[in-house]
């Protein structure tokens, strides 16, 4: 599939709104505070669909014009990169970065990564056939 950047911009609300958002859940409830984990879940949500352009203009420099998982992995260690930059040099509004360590970010950036990750790669796929064949879109 070589998806749209309406597909990608649909699969990210998709999957951050329901797996990113269970995760971050019990990943707040296991940390004693829910707020800084969603806070983040959001950045993460709006950055990324600014990302998302930027990926599909380089995606369009590829025979295929298609990512592969290993590219993925590489635009997730970017995008965790800019997030925890932006918390520790200018700051974001509902997130304390003085308070944040390092690691609880990684954790928790981490398990949403890998959990949408592996839902992209395989039930996704599998569950909601059209989808692929969409470009990625929902609707």
Do not use: K
């Not at 997030?83 to 974001?92: D, K």
């Not at 970065?97 to 949408?116: C, E, I, Q, R, S």
Request: charged residues 10%.
């Amino acid at each position: 599939m070589t998806p749209t950047l309406l597909g990608r911009w649909q699969t990210r609300l998709f999957l951050l709104g329901t797996v990113g958002l269970i995760v971050t859940l019990l990943f707040g409830m296991f940390i004693g505070d829910t707020r800084t984990p969603l806070v983040l879940l959001g950045y993460v949500l709006g950055l990324g669909l600014v990302w998302e352009m930027l990926y599909q203009y380089l995606q369009s420099f590829r025979w295929d014009q298609d990512w592969p998982p290993a590219f993925q992995v590489g635009a997730g260690i970017f995008e965790a990169l800019v997030v925890w930059g932006l918390v520790q040099t200018i700051g974001l509004p509902g997130v304390d970065g003085t308070a944040l360590p390092g690691t609880t970010f990684l954790a928790h950036y981490g398990a949403v990564w890998v959990a949408t990750f592996l839902v992209v790669q395989g039930p996704l796929r599998i569950i909601f056939l059209h989808w692929r064949y969409r470009g990625g879109q929902w609707v």
